[in-house]
């Protein structure tokens, strides 16, 4: 399954340590230039050089989005990463893109994209045994990569998540 990412999604599982979740889930993950610049630009050391890492490893692979209207029109609506990402994976027939920002999702949505974000990763994760509790990775979303998650999408997600 190949999925194209924006930055939250990568970044928000690297400060976790959860980032191998994401290759055990697609085949091949995608990210537009703005994503990788963005990347690499991040703070926390030991995020960056698992990251480094994936992209070394090719399981993360840099990709460039064909100049379109629908680029144009994502460009002047939302950040670049954000923007590039929704271009490239509408490009490259993605199954599936990450994205968490609520705006990001909305356009990505009415380009007729399948959407999830870092809860639906590790919602995933749950299901297929990769981790044992959707719970302590919110806690540690929420505490060590500073991610907002709105009390009642928590609810939800703990409940699909049978927690």
Do not use: C, Y
């Amino acid at each position: 399954m190949r999925a194209v990412s924006n930055t939250s999604p990568i970044s928000s599982l690297a400060i976790i340590g959860k980032l191998p979740l994401l290759r055990s889930q697609f085949s091949e993950i995608w990210i537009p230039a703005a994503v990788l610049h963005e990347l690499n630009d991040h703070p926390d050391s030991v995020a960056l050089a698992a990251i480094h890492e994936a992209v070394r490893d090719k399981w993360i692979q840099p990709a460039v989005p064909k100049p379109s209207h629908l680029l144009g029109v994502l460009l002047s609506n939302l950040h670049r990463g954000e923007a590039e990402a929704i271009a490239l994976a509408a490009d490259s027939n993605a199954d599936i893109i990450l994205i968490d920002e609520h705006e990001g999702r909305r356009f990505a949505n009415q380009a007729g994209l399948t959407v999830t974000g870092v809860l639906g990763v590790l919602l995933r994760a749950k299901k297929s045994g990769l981790i044992s509790a959707v719970k302590p990775e919110v806690h540690a979303l929420r505490t060590k990569a500073r991610f907002f998650i709105a009390s009642s999408l928590e609810a939800r997600v703990l409940s699909a998540a049978g927690e």
